[in-house]
Nanobody
Framework: QVQFDESGGGSVQAGGSLRLSCRAY????????IGWYRQVPGKQRELVAL???????KYGDFVKGRFTISRDNPRNTAWLQMDNLQPDDTAIYYC???????????WGQGAQVTVFG
């Protein structure tokens, strides 16, 4: 059973920065991919950033160089540095894990990010 320790999120003025962290644990197979998706009410969940073993980071088109994902594999921990945040970035950000071997998807409880202009 994959479990999560998530932190970060909160409220910030437009142009400001926030940092999210996510540690996934409990998988007997390890973590193949880790990252974040976000969702606003009435819209589909969309990719923010994702790191899979052996691949370059993948970002949503809206990121445009403002966010950076990093990962510590031995600790199964990832961080998302978000700079130059804008009101359109307001959403719930969910940590996502692609479990190794079985390739099951797992989701954290989510963190609210609010950007006011």
């Amino acid at each position: 059973q994959v479990q999560f320790d998530e932190s970060g999120g909160g409220s910030v003025q437009a142009g400001g920065s926030l940092r999210l962290s996510c540690r996934a644990y409990g998988s007997p197979f390890g973590i193949y991919g880790i990252g974040w998706y976000r969702q606003v009410p009435g819209k589909q969940r969309e990719l923010v950033a994702l790191l899979r073993d052996g691949f370059a980071a993948k970002y949503g088109d809206f990121v445009k160089g403002r966010f950076t994902i990093s990962r510590d594999n031995p600790r199964n921990t990832a961080w998302l540095q978000m700079d130059n945040l804008q009101p359109d970035d307001t959403a719930i950000y969910y940590c996502y894990v692609d479990e190794a071997v079985v390739r099951h998807d797992h989701w954290g409880q989510g963190a609210q990010v609010t950007v006011f202009g």
